[in-house]
């Protein structure tokens, strides 16, 4: 239950390309004849690479199966089928925008068990999910491609996997056929089969949303939950207190254009663990959400306030359920808070005291609404996401916001006794 920024920041993406539609069959024999200004044979490699990648969008956006195999090795029966399936499970997705963008400062890797010719590439994704996605996230690929009978061919897509800028966990539609379901604000991808639980945790989704926009005053206007079985579609790092994660909340990112070395948030996707995935519910779901609603304030907020928050909306919604959620609050009043020095520390939060971590925080911010009402929790949230992670700072925007300070503020929490 925590929100995790999916690495890959600094694979870089120079020079992006127009990618408008560009379609039909692509031939080694259509680049430039040779003529006085012919391009160095590299130069021709890369654009060569570019029009497949055209292609596969273009075919993808139009839903051109023929046009979109047609760039896959004939020979390779495997990879055709994991690319049918790849190219469906898009199309159920829905897709606003995609193109693939070559990197274009990385040199091709040799890849010999495809061939001598064989190089892999790094390709930027860049996908927006129709309804759900503010803005196009950037994905990262590597594509091995060989020049065959003056054609290039895709002969394989996970030559580059694991290895740098490349995540450690692969997308749903990467993970064999899937579902998707949609409902107002929710897109939910399941494997196929499982449809019956993608629209269970739809509608949990849509039971979450409006605790999460009260609890916040903010929220994503529509988000992607992935509830997959393989493995895979988790990050091993996306851990809490030592164990997987129930469920992240991921950030969605895409490339800074001044800097594109640096990534920006432009969203959040919930990923539910897969032994989770049936048992998930709107809580669970109301939590995660509340870290996607938060994100894009920025991410140095101490920890005790991202979960408490996340925590807080979680017991709101419990509590409107008709949930007891005093039982739990006079537990932490009475064994917990009373052992309280200081706030919980960032470096630790997710260590050995991971359980009452989590519920302290719920406390702390609890206490926060309670006394000083969510305009200032927020106005403090907005102001510690944007500052640097740093004691002494953190320190005045305590003053600024609450007029206490940290050892004060330990003591207040002390004294209370459960909202007014
Ligand atoms: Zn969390």
Do not use: C
């Amino acid at each position: 239950m925590l929100a995790v920024g999916a690495g890959a920041v600094a694979w870089s993406v120079v020079g992006r390309q127009d990618t408008s539609a560009a379609m039909g069959e692509v031939r080694a024999s259509s680049a430039p004849s040779a003529t006085a200004s012919a391009p160095p044979a590299e130069d021709r490699l890369h654009a060569q690479v570019d029009a497949v990648l055209k292609v596969r969008a273009s075919a993808v956006l139009a839903g051109k199966l023929p046009q979109f195999l047609a760039t896959v090795d004939p020979r390779n029966k495997k990879l055709r089928q994991q690319q049918q399936v790849l190219f469906g499970n898009l199309r159920k997705i829905g897709l606003r925008k995609l193109t693939y963008e070559r990197e274009p400062k990385w040199a091709p890797e040799p890849q010999p068990q495809h061939g001598p010719s064989a190089h892999a590439f790094r390709v930027q994704m860049m996908v927006q999910i129709a309804g759900i996605d503010p803005a196009p996230r950037a994905v990262q690929l590597g594509y091995t491609f060989v020049e065959r009978g003056g054609r290039l061919l895709l002969v394989d897509d996970d030559d580059l996997n694991g290895s740098y800028g490349r995540g450690t966990y692969l997308e749903p539609w990467d993970l064999g056929a899937i579902e998707a379901i949609r409902k107002p604000g929710v897109l939910v991808v399941v494997p196929a089969g499982e449809r019956a639980n993608g629209e269970r945790l739809a509608r949990e989704a849509r039971a979450a949303a409006p605790g999460v926009r009260a609890a916040t005053r903010r929220a994503q206007a529509a988000i992607l939950v992935i509830a997959m079985a393989d493995r895979r579609s988790m990050d091993p790092e996306w851990q809490s207190g030592g164990h997987p994660a129930a469920a992240v909340a991921a950030y969605n990112l895409a490339p800074i254009a001044e800097d594109p070395r640096d990534m920006k948030v432009v969203g959040s996707r919930v990923v539910i663990h897969p032994d989770q995935r049936k048992k998930a519910g709107r809580l669970l779901l109301a939590h995660e959400f509340t870290h996607a609603a938060m994100a894009p304030l920025g991410f140095s907020a101490p920890t005790w306030l991202v979960e408490g928050l996340a925590m807080y909306a979680e017991m709101q919604l419990a509590e409107q359920r008709g949930y007891d959620v005093s039982e739990p609050r006079d537990e932490l009043l009475d064994e917990a808070i009373p052992q309280l020095d200081v706030l919980p520390i960032d470096g630790v939060f997710h260590g050995e005291y991971d359980e009452d971590s989590y519920g302290v925080s719920w406390i702390l911010v609890e206490f926060l609404m309670d006394k000083y009402g969510q305009k200032k929790v927020n106005a403090l949230y907005a102001d510690l996401a944007q500052a640097p992670e740093d004691p002494t700072l953190r320190e005045q925007l305590l003053r600024k916001h609450l007029k206490l300070s940290e050892t004060a503020f330990v003591a207040a929490v002390k004294k209370y006794d459960g909202p007014s």
